[in-house]
T-cell receptor, first 113, second 112 residues
């Protein structure tokens, strides 16, 4: 099965601090995604990437940056964390095209205090 | 942006009965409709999907129906068991689209 590994799994950050969430996939998938999950909102797309060097804005990109330095790695960066960014973040990967199976990591629970 | 609406948000059923979740989508170009199951503390996992060239798909105790005219698709869990208790997400995508668009999720609770 496709492997997507996120780190850290849990993080407590202070308001105004910088947070970096990391994701690694070993499936040679071109597409990678960052979603956040909140009660009542489901999974919302923050940023995504079609391959190394590319990042694209999703539906809720404000307050987030992304970086895809290689095929395997995709990071989500919160330059100035705010309490509203407290959430569970999922990284995912998929082969080419939006209509292929998406494989999710185990998630990162981020609390901003 | 495009939306996928999912209802109900909470579904409580008796063991052995059926559970049904309904989703509607906006983009008529959508052609791929997966369903994901998420157990507490775990990541979402694909359980069944259907493409626009089909109207019905069944695997084990799961049935998915697609009505392209109404832009509606549904998941039916037959003979529910306690292990079916989880959060379920529907999603939609179209060729050339950027990513799956997820519904808001349904918490299914199966009681003995």
């Amino acid at each position: 099965e496709a492997a997507v590994t996120q780190s850290p799994r849990n993080k407590v950050a202070v308001t105004g601090g910088k947070v970096t969430l990391s994701c690694n996939q070993t499936n040679n998938h071109n597409n990678m995604y960052w979603y956040r999950q909140d009660t009542g909102h489901g999974l919302r797309l923050i940023h995504y990437s079609y391959g190394a060097g590319s990042t694209e804005k999703g539906d809720i990109p404000d307050g987030y940056k992304a970086s895809r330095p290689s095929q395997e790695n995709f990071s989500l960066i919160l330059e100035l964390a705010t309490p509203s960014q407290t959430s569970v973040y999922f990284c995912a990967s998929a082969g080419t095209g939006a209509n292929t199976e998406v494989f999710f990591g185990k998630g990162t629970r981020l609390t901003v205090v | 942006g495009e939306q996928v609406e999912q209802l109900p948000s909470i579904l409580r059923v008796q063991e052995g009965s059926s559970a049904s979740i309904n989703c509607t989508y906006e983009n008529s170009a959508s052609n791929y409709f997966p369903w994901y199951k998420q157990e507490p503390g775990e990541n979402p996992k694909l359980i069944i999907d259907i493409r626009s060239n089909m109207e019905r798909k069944q695997t084990q105790g799961l049935i998915v129906l697609l009505d392209k005219k109404a832009k509606r698709f549904s998941l039916h869990i037959t003979d529910t068991q306690p292990g079916d208790s989880a959060m379920y997400f529907c999603a939609a995508a179209y060729q050339g689209g950027r990513a799956l668009i997820f519904g808001t999720g349904t918490t299914v609770s199966v009681s003995p």
